[in-house]
């Protein structure tokens, strides 16, 4: 099956329409075989050969109920509840925790179904798992009842990460451009030909416009991981109820958003970085410079800046090596105030499970990391 046919698949057999057709024992085994469906599907287990048996037993209630006795409901009844306690369910034996995580199921499907993705706050889900399974299971030590949870069909539970998708973005912008630039090479690199005749080709000139917007869209994803990360202390900070003696931190804390370089001035600086301030300074000066000039690229106009210079200067002016320092000061940025947050309120938990690139040595990243599932887009 695929995806898409997995989902009309389930919500048909989630549906009252469905279950209406079922009654008193054969009904109790239907529920039961769903969810067992359900839990392999959040060990990331829907594509096995153990979740193909269930299936077969859920079609097999649905088409064949009267065959289904009291002593079909004890076996499948004894393996469902014995790995409802395995995944950290609490009240496994309970018949409403079955029909609780029967609705958790139906919902998930019907949301993902017209959204594409289904999202729970751990909250919600902590009212049925023990956030320490979820915690232990995804290697995400400091998962909060305010943080998301990603549930799909092929990368089960998920905790959500804001700052990786962008994160994930440069890395493969990045692998792109080395891949381009390599290609260019190998295109001016032919014979006896003047370098302007081989620099003027038609193809030639594509891979050096693909060259040209890779480097400006590194430009503008490395600010928005900043910005990304950023925003996510700041939700977490508000979410946890954060308790600051500093009265304007409080008063920031308050407010629904604030501006990136707010949140770097008047919220981490005042409440994390009060000591040994030199370097995160001197990165804030550097962000700063390397946000404005990303605005250039966002809005292009032609209108004089404050010096009197047409803005459309930058995007002529802003060269591979400018842009490349910028990257790799946004990253130590991130990396700098990760290292002064307390425990509680780190963000980076997906930090050392991907291969970051290193932009001195032209060397490629990898988001594909030691097999933890942490982006989960489809295409």
């Known amino acids: 099956m695929t995806v898409d046919k997995d989902l009309l ?54 088409n064949y109920p009267k065959l289904y006795s009291q002593s079909n409901l004890d076996n499948i009844s004894d393996t469902v509840v014995e790995t409802l306690k395995a995944t950290g369910f609490y ?23 017209k959204e594409s993705a289904f999202l729970i706050r751990v909250g919600a889900l902590s009212e049925l798992i023990d956030i320490e399974y979820l915690r232990r299971f995804n290697n995400s030590p400091n998962l909060q009842p305010h943080h998301l949870i990603d549930i799909s069909l092929m990368n089960g539970i998920t905790p959500t990460f804001p700052e990786f998708f962008p994160y994930s973005d440069l890395v493969n912008m990045w692998n792109i451009y080395l891949d381009k630039k390599e290609e260019y090479k190998q295109k001016i690199a032919s014979g006896n030909i003047p370098i302007t005749q ?51 931190v409080e008063k920031l804390l308050g407010f629904r958003k604030v501006e990136d370089e707010e949140i770097l001035k008047n919220i981490i600086r005042r409440e994390f970085i009060r000591d040994n301030q030199g370097e995160f300074n001197d990165l804030v000066k550097k962000y700063h410079d390397f946000n404005q000039k990303r605005n ?30 910028g990257v790799k000061d946004c990253i130590d940025l991130v990396n700098t105030i990760d290292t002064r947050l307390p425990t509680k309120l780190k963000v980076l938990h997906w930090w050392k499970s991907v291969k970051h690139p290193d932009f001195d040595k032209e060397e490629k990243g990898n988001m594909v990391g030691s097999g933890n599932v942490i982006l989960g887009r489809k295409f």
């Open 91 to 113: 009240n496994a034996d309970k018949e409403e925790t079955i029909d609780t995580t029967f609705q958790l199921f139906r919902d998930m499907v019907d949301t993902i179904s």
């Open 296 to 325: 250039r690229f966002i809005h292009v106009s032609a209108f004089p800046d404050e010096k009197d210079a047409s803005e459309l200067m930058h995007l002529y002016t802003t060269g591979y090596h400018y842009i490349i320092e």
């Open 9 to 62: 698949y389930l919500k048909d057999a989630l549906s009252n329409k469905t279950l209406k057709k079922l009654s008193k024992i054969p009904k109790k085994c239907y529920k039961y075989a769903l969810v067992a469906v359900f839990l392999n599907i959040i060990n990331r287990k829907h594509v096995t050969r153990g979740q193909a048996t269930n299936l077969k037993i859920v079609d097999g209630i649905r």
């Open 198 to 248: 081989r620099t003027s080709k038609p193809e030639v000139r594509r891979i050096v416009y693909e060259i040209e917007a890779l480097l400006r869209m590194l430009h503008i994803t490395s600010v928005t991981f900043v910005e990304s990360y950023l925003y996510y202390i700041f939700y977490n900070l508000k979410e946890s109820k954060y308790q600051t003696e500093d009265k304007k």
